[in-house]
């Protein structure tokens, strides 16, 4: 993996370089190696940066605030709490399993893109693995609520020869049909659940098309040390939802 470290001379000078390394501690190790102490180590693929001091009390501050208004906000809007609506309905909470998927692009692209059709046999299965990754589009399924209770009744075992990918989203399948029958016992319905799923992935692809525009807008007009501040900021906040990360230019 590439990463992108910065350090000052003594002169105070900043400058920046890259190599590639299986790690953010082998790429410190071999700075130290060379004299070079960095004061930050960025890798491509949007896993958080560690080393630089300046600014990280403020910026730690920001996202413990940015977490606790998305969390807050995430329970309030995804239970929907309306006058009237039984109590134990406004109170739900959605699952936590749902995470980004790790494993072949091209595997993941192709389940994303087919429902994972070759994976579940049962169209409510395929329901709600169209909404089990985070901030991804779901596509349209015209799924009966008989079709879902007949997969909320059934449960996917995982297998031996299951492949990584497979194995990942059975889980979040699983862990949402413990989701779903908790709001169900609760009082709620099918019709509902299906909502707010929807309600639920709508709001996840708005924060990650609003910080991928924030931070097109910023590179024209940033430096690139506030540049890259950003850029830790909101793949922070993403990280911290599930959604998929920001690549760095």
Known sequence: MKYTYAYKTSDGVRHEDSMNASSRDEVFAELRKRGIKAIKVVAADGSKANGEMRGVRKRVVFVAIVCVAVIVGSIAYFTGAR?????????????????????????????????????????????????????????????????????????????????????????????????????????????????????????????????KAELKRAKETMTSDRYLDLWEERNNQLRNLGIKLLQLD
Do not use: C
């Open 83 to 211: 006058k009237g609506e039984h109590e134990a309905v406004a109170q739900f909470q959605e699952d936590q399993t749902r995470r980004q998927i790790i494993g072949d692009v091209a595997v993941i692209e192709k389940g994303i893109l087919t429902g994972w059709s070759d994976v579940f046999e049962l169209e409510g299965d395929r329901f709600l693995a169209s909404f089990a990754i985070p901030g991804v589009r779901p596509g349209q399924r015209n799924t009966s609520e008989e079709s879902f209770m007949q997969a909320l009744n059934s449960r996917q075992e995982i297998m031996a020869s299951d492949s990584l990918e497979v194995r990942q989203i059975k889980a979040m399948v699983e862990g949402m049909k413990d989701e779903a029958r908790a709001y169900l016992q609760a009082g709620g319905t099918v019709v509902e659940y299906g909502k707010r799923l929807t309600e639920r992935q709508d709001a996840e692809i708005a924060i990650y098309e609003r910080a």
